[in-house]
């Protein structure tokens, strides 16, 4: 059984202007020990399909859809088992959450909280396993009694790992873990999330819109754009060999030099990614499409077959799908004309040794 499954997963955020669905039908699944890569450019909905797995949404949220923890049904959880999922089955490291860190709390106590919250450890055990975890992300122990302001970006980004890795969850949810640090920072804390999730047999999504990190890292991706998964597959492939062109685009995509922040651009891609609250119709990548045919402004698109343990949502893999049938069916037919001719040719093949045989029974007999 998977770890978790996704099933027809959607998220409306109601505003005052209407409902913006950010979230429209996402089916994934992630089985124990391996990484799910989720990439794709801001406004994808990426952030909202992670909080959505641990019920961490504003109440503003409608959640649909069916999400499954271990077997678990987590949109009928009880607030009390969701408190106990969250950080000790599952934990959860957002984007630029090292200012999150409590600056007038000392590092150590701040890693320590969720063990004595959830009544994993005593003060001296939690003590312990502080040291224990801090070594984990690359940190002396001393640094236990630090505040925040005494750390680098890439030390309090360590230090959130050794947070969400506290309680041993079986799952960690990393929500663009590296945005907001430089460039050999971001490098360092990648191999050490690789490195833990690998050690530990920890299962993880990783969040970004940088799909080379994703590669490198995750087994499987899921590239989202407007919402929906438009192309799902093992990372190398989906990375090397997309099926989907606005993954094309983001493979192919480069930051910009100097600024740690920025989106990576899609490259060829122009325009920018849809409203959601306007979508456009069809394929809602039409309009930014450089393989866009006539039909696909009312194209009703869905995640086609495009590989073994792989779809991607574009009418070319359709369309390929259906030439290889048609294929497939012209060689059997091909197949089957042979093997009439083959049939014939045995059947008289079959006659005239059957005459022989005749012949031969007729010469015994007689
Ligand atoms: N609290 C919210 N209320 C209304 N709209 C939101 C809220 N949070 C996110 N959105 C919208 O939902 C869409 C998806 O956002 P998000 O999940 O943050 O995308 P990503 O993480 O891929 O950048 C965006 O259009 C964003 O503006
Ligand atoms: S369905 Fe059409 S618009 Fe959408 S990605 Fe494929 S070619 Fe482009
Ligand atoms: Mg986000």
Known sequence: MSLLELDDVSVT??????????????????????????????????????????????????????????????????????????????????????????????????????????????????????????????????????????????????????????????????????????????AQVLTLIKELVAEQGISLIMISHDLSVLADVCDRLAVMYAGRVVEHGPSGEVFHEARHPYSRALAAAFPTVGDPLSRMAPKGLGGDPPDPMHLPSGCSFHPRCPVALDECPSLDVELWPAGPGRTAACVHVRSDRALGAADAADSADAADSADAADAADSADAADSAGAVGLVGAEEEAS
């Not at 049904?73 to 999150?100: K, N």
């Open 13 to 186: 955020y109601r505003i005052a202007s209407g409902e913006v669905p950010a979230v429209r039908g996402v089916s994934l699944s992630l089985d124990s020990g391996m990484a799910l890569g989720v990439a794709g450019e801001s406004g994808s909905g990426k952030s909202t399909l992670a909080m959505a797995l641990l019920r961490l949404l504003p109440r503003d949220a409608r959640v649909g859809g069916r999400i499954l923890l271990d077997g678990d049904d987590v949109l009928a959880m009880t607030w009390g088992r969701l408190r106990a999922v969250r950080w000790a089955e599952a934990s959860i490291v957002f984007q630029g959450a090292q200012h999150g860190l409590n600056p007038v709390r000392r590092i150590g106590e701040q890693i320590a909280e969720p063990l004595l919250v959830h009544d994993l450890a005593k003060p001296d055990a939690a003590r312990k396993r502080v040291a224990e975890l801090l070594e984990q992300v690359g940190l002396p122990a001393w640094r236990s009694r630090s505040y925040p302001h005494e750390l680098s970006g890439g030390q309090r980004q360590r230090v959130m790992i050794a947070m969400a890795l506290a309680c041993s969850p079986r799952l960690i949810i990393a929500d663009e873990p590296t945005t907001a640090l430089d460039v050999m920072v971001q």
